[in-house]
């Protein structure tokens, strides 16, 4: 039995081709973290969808803090089981082995660098299954910067948490009890948050409501893609105002030509779209010309 194992974390994300951390987990780089927090769920959510990654959001979460910040970082997961007295034996070996101290949950905690998010699958324990409380929040908030958690289990110490500055906590429920009989099957390993599959290195997007597991390989073109839709909003409900094109013209799959060159003539030209022009439409321009553009299927 192994925790953190490198090559085994490294095997599962085998799409991720770019730079990765010291555990093997995916480098995700900073500034799509930074790009993240001006967008919503609903873009974040969209180019996952059509991709075929249906199982990435879970919403039936409490927040630490109700006042609309955002929880975005790369994903540390761990996994969790009920006792059983020779399983938590084998494993609690296994642990000291590779010289770690404490309990399972602070083992986790212990490895976090800058930007990590805790994703922890307590299987909904919340008696008995507090994975934070005010002493780990603390630590949490002290080695990852912007991080927090995501316990599908319980927490406790509430109001010490809630002092905590910096980060968010999404969780299931509220216990007094401190945290007791629990055993770790996996520590940055697949994990299930509710009706969500996470990976280590996955970036972990918190907001509107509920986590959003973007998966490592797909960020810059969810990034991108989340971009594109904003601005194409912004262009839309001008359009729309002006009476240039109709609601169902906007909400078409594919524009046509005509709206794509009104739309890069717009963010060249509005002082809305400057932040938007580094942006590539050859592939928008490809199905526009593919005559598919005809298409009056509404986006999602």
């Not at 905690?109 to 299987?123: C, K, N, P, R, S």
């Not at 003539?265 to 809305?272: A, G, H, T």
Request: charged share 25%; hydrophobic share 35%.
């Amino acid at each position: 039995m192994r925790f953190n194992a490198k090559e085994e974390i490294m095997s599962i994300t085998g799409q991720w081709k770019g730079p990765r951390l010291e555990d093997g987990r995916p480098y995700v780089a900073q500034h799509y973290l930074d790009a993240l927090r001006s967008m919503t769920l609903e873009e974040v959510w969209k180019p996952i969808f059509t991709k075929g990654y249906e199982n990435q959001f879970e919403g039936r979460l409490k927040t630490l803090h109700n006042d609309g910040r955002k929880l975005i970082g790369r994903a540390v997961t761990c996994t969790f089981c009920p006792t059983r007295p020779d399983l938590h034996e084998t494993a609690l070996a296994a642990g000291r082995a590779e010289g770690r101290n404490g309990n399972y949950n602070q083992w986790v905690i212990d490895t976090l660098v800058e930007g990590d998010v805790v994703v922890a699958d307590m299987y909904d324990k919340i008696y008995k299954g507090t994975f934070l409380g005010g002493n780990l929040t603390t630590a949490i908030a002290t080695r990852t910067k912007t991080g927090g958690g995501v316990i599908w289990g319980g927490i406790r110490d509430v109001e010490q948490m809630e002092q905590v500055e910096g980060v968010q906590v999404y969780y299931r429920g509220i216990d007094p009890t401190p945290i007791r009989d629990f055993i770790m099957t996996g520590f940055n390993t697949p994990a299930r948050i509710g009706n969500a599959v996470c990976l280590p290195g996955d970036v972990v997007f918190g907001a509107g409501g509920g986590v959003l597991f973007i998966p490592s390989h797909l960020v810059a073109e969810v990034v991108d893609g989340a971009a594109k839709t904003h601005v194409k909003d912004i262009f839309g409900f001008e359009m729309i105002s002006q009476n240039v094109f109709t609601t169902a013209q906007i909400d078409r799959n594919i524009w046509t030509t005509d709206m794509l060159d009104k739309l890069l003539r717009f963010i060249q030209e509005d002082p809305r779209g400057a932040e938007y022009r580094s942006l590539d439409w050859s592939e928008e321009y490809k199905l526009a010309n593919s005559g598919d553009a005809d298409d009056t299927q509404t986006a999602l």
